[in-house]
């Protein structure tokens, strides 16, 4: 079965331009999350998706960042007018989801974006 | 503020032996705790979690302790392999919660 994937696997962009990230989760997985990883750092979480809806976006950075699921599949984060202090590795991770038990522990990780802000 | 944090960033263990991998928290709170390993140009992958109310946990070749009174959680791997080589990061989490925090990271590496 296929895991989570990524595209780009790489993005370089110049100071100002927008740019779009795509995440594809594993099939039936209704959980779905972004986090940044900048050099050397842990992850941090940016927004959580279940289903289409995102009931935490307050890891976003800022209202440059944007983010949108449809048919509780393919995701995409927006960043409007980069910066150079958006350079980092954009992962997304999906999982199973439920209130339950450890259900949220095991996230299955995309190889992520790695963005350059020129 | 609530953190999870590791004691040491970086590892250096000789094929064979077993390594020890080490996080501190602070959050009393954490329902879970959870280790990802992340090797170079990929995404962290699950490894092992172990719940609040245990002091143990065993996987193949790896256990996890959980010690409350101090706050610490290991990851203990029997035999290190080279393929073993990456970067281990602990996670909590609270139960009726999807979000995990992560550390910092502790980066192994393998000695052949």
């Known amino acids: 079965g296929a895991g989570v994937s990524q595209s780009p696997s790489n993005k370089v962009t110049e100071k100002g331009k927008d740019v779009e990230l795509r995440c594809d989760p594993i099939?039936?997985?209704?959980?779905l999350y972004w986090y940044r990883q900048s050099l050397g750092q842990g992850l941090e979480f940016l927004i959580y998706?279940?289903?289409?809806?995102?009931?935490?976006k307050s890891g976003l950075p800022s209202d440059r960042f944007s983010a949108e699921r449809t048919g509780g599949s393919v995701s995409t984060l927006t960043i409007q007018r980069t910066q150079q202090e958006d350079s980092a590795v954009y992962l997304c991770?999906?999982?199973?989801?439920?209130?339950?038990?450890?259900?949220?522990?095991?996230?299955?990780f995309g190889p992520g974006t790695r963005l350059t802000v020129l | 503020g609530e953190s999870v944090g590791l004691h040491l960033p970086t590892l250096s263990v000789q094929e064979g032996d077993n390594s020890i991998i080490n996080c501190a928290y602070s959050?009393?709170?954490?329902?879970?705790f959870i280790w990802y390993k992340q090797e170079s140009g990929k995404g962290p992958q699950f490894i092992i979690d172990?719940?609040?109310?245990?002091d143990k946990r065993q996987g193949q070749r790896v256990t996890v302790l959980l010690n409350k009174t101090v706050k610490h959680l290991s990851l203990q791997i029997a035999a290190t392999q080279p393929g073993d080589s990456a970067v281990y990061f602990c996670?909590?989490?609270?139960?009726?919660?999807?979000?995990?925090?992560f550390g910092a990271g502790t980066t192994v590496t393998v000695r052949a």
């Open positions: 991770a999906s999982s199973l989801g439920g209130t339950s038990g450890g259900a949220y522990n095991e996230q299955f």
């Open positions: 099939s039936g997985h209704t959980a």
């Open positions: 998706f279940q289903g289409n809806s995102a009931p935490d």
């Open positions: 959050n009393s709170a954490s329902d879970y």
């Open positions: 172990i719940r609040s109310n245990m």
């Open positions: 996670a909590e989490r609270r139960a009726n919660d999807y979000k995990l925090s």
